[in-house]
Structure formats: C-alpha cells, structure tokens
C-alpha cells in the first residue's frame, strides 16, 4: 500500500482558479481519480483517468497529470464549489484515497 | 439511473458485529464491483473492501481480519459484516458502484449510496 499526499485546505477569492495536488509514488503508473464531498453528503466523482470528467460535471473542472502528481483545476471558482476534495488512486489489490482538501471560497 | 441506499442498525454495542446492507436499484448488482468506504466523525474517506464482479474480494489490510462482504443477488443487495467493533469504527459508511478497467488497470468509484450513520457506543 502506499500513501497520497493533498494539502489539507486550500483558500481561493470567487473567480479565481484553484490548484489542488495530489502527490504519490506510484501515481506515474496508476490512474487518478477526484471526489467532491459536500458538507453532509456523500463524494461525488468529478474526474476520472487522471483528465476526464465525469458526465455532467461543468467545464470548469479538469485534471491534469505530471509525474507524481496529480492536480485538480477548479476555474472561475463559485461559492458552490466550497467543499471537500479528495483524490484516490490504487492497484488491483488496494483502493487508497488521500488525506482530503477543504476549499475554501473567501 | 443506478442509486444506492445503504441500511444498518445505527447503533452498535462495542465486541459486536455491525452489518449493514447496500440495496441497488436500476441496475443488475451481478456483473459490477462494489465497494464499501467509510467516513469517521470529522474526517476522510477510508477505504474497507472491494468486491469484483469476478467474485475477487480484496480488503483493507487494517480491516481484513474482520471484514467479510458478500452479494444477494436475488434482493440485488451488497453487504458488509464487521466483527468485534470498537468505538474506532464509529464512522458513516458508503457504498458504492465501481467501474472497472484491465490493461491498462482502472477502478474508480462511479455512484455512491447516501451514506448510513454508524455509532459503537453502550
């Protein structure tokens, strides 16, 4: 097993663009993937394979991959957007997620 | 359009097992993966079993000695069974449907339950 790292919170003014990683080893050699948890309910699956959104997630959600880390690319950033981000990854032995980011929109 | 809903007891006596049931609705629960995720009080996901649509179960290593899963296929219901609970398992626990990928391996979580509440307390 092995870990993914994602800064605990993240704070961004509305319209701004928000950057949130995800870093770890095996990431080179495994897909990623990015859930939105709202306060109080359940993830919701926003990309998937590292760049693809999911079906009927806005434009303004993407990913984006670069060694051993993965970003998640929040642009124009509504109030909306405030929640929990979390990234997962694994093999076909494990499903790992990282440790969350909570966005914060001033 | 697949939904979820997980049900349990609520309320679980510390040294007991918890077991909880995921129905499926709008989809056939044979032929997909299913994992169960729980949330402890105030913080991330954890991930506690996978069980493929090949019948491959793979679990948690901090949860596998007490972690048991199986499917109903004729109440098309997933569930979970978790022995001799402390209050360290007090957490929200989700199901969910995975989408599966091989050669290139893949697996995500593409809908998940609501969520039922689970307290180990006496």
């Known amino acids: 097993s092995y870990e993914l790292t994602q800064p605990p919170s993240l704070s961004v003014s509305p319209g701004q663009t928000a950057r949130i990683t995800c870093s770890g080893d095996?990431?080179?050699?495994?897909?990623a993937y990015w859930y939105q948890q709202m306060p109080g309910q359940a993830p919701l699956l926003l990309i998937y394979k590292d760049t693809t959104r999911a079906s009927g997630i806005p434009e303004r959600f993407s990913g984006s991959s670069s060694g051993t880390t993965v970003t998640l690319i929040i642009s124009e950033v509504q109030p909306v957007d405030e929640a929990d981000y979390y990234c997962q990854s694994g093999d076909s032995d494990s499903v790992v997620f990282g440790g969350g980011t909570k966005l914060t929109v001033l | 359009q697949v939904q979820l809903q997980e049900s349990g007891p609520g309320l679980v006596q510390p040294s007991e097992t918890l077991s909880l049931t995921c129905t499926v609705s709008?989809?056939?629960?044979?032929?997909?993966?299913w994992t169960w995720i729980r949330q402890p009080p105030g913080k991330g996901l954890e991930w506690v079993v996978t069980?493929?649509?090949?019948?491959?179960?793979k679990y948690n290593p901090s949860l596998k000695s007490r972690v048991t899963t199986s499917v109903d296929t004729s109440q098309n219901q997933i569930s979970l069974n978790l022995i001799s609970v402390t209050a360290a398992d007090t957490a929200v626990y989700y199901c969910?449907?995975?989408?599966?990928?091989?050669?290139?391996?893949?697996?995500?979580?593409?809908?998940w339950g609501k969520g039922t509440t689970v307290t180990v307390s006496s």
């Open positions: 095996a990431l080179p050699r495994q897909n």
């Open positions: 069980r493929y649509y090949t019948g491959n179960t």
């Open positions: 969910a449907r995975g989408k599966l990928g091989m050669n290139p391996f893949y697996y995500y979580m593409a809908v």
């Open positions: 709008g989809a056939s629960i044979s032929g997909s993966s």
